[in-house]
């Protein structure tokens, strides 16, 4: 498929090879039949459509402690969008 820069914005996206979230991307996309850049442009939309917290409700960091919290609203946003898919 040609590429249509007029309607669409085109972005590259860099995962280490060794990460789990890697291997997780690829194992749902195969599963789903269809390529990890089309899954990442459904999660993506999934995201932007509400089925996960806005990013403006997400608590400042200001230590360890809050960054846990953050990365558990984060495990828990792509838990709604595992559950929305």
Request: glycine content about 4%; hydrophobic content about 40%.
């Amino acid at each position: 498929m040609a590429r249509d820069p007029e309607r669409y914005a085109y972005f590259t996206v860099a995962l280490p090879r060794t990460s789990q979230t890697l291997q997780k991307l690829l194992a749902e996309a195969e599963e789903a039949g269809i390529n990890p850049a089309r899954l990442i442009a459904l999660r993506v939309s999934d995201w932007y459509k509400g089925s996960a917290r806005s990013i403006t409700e997400v608590p400042p960091t200001n230590g360890n402690r809050d960054v846990a919290c953050v990365e558990d609203i984060a495990a828990q946003n792509a838990d709604a969008a595992l559950d929305e898919w």
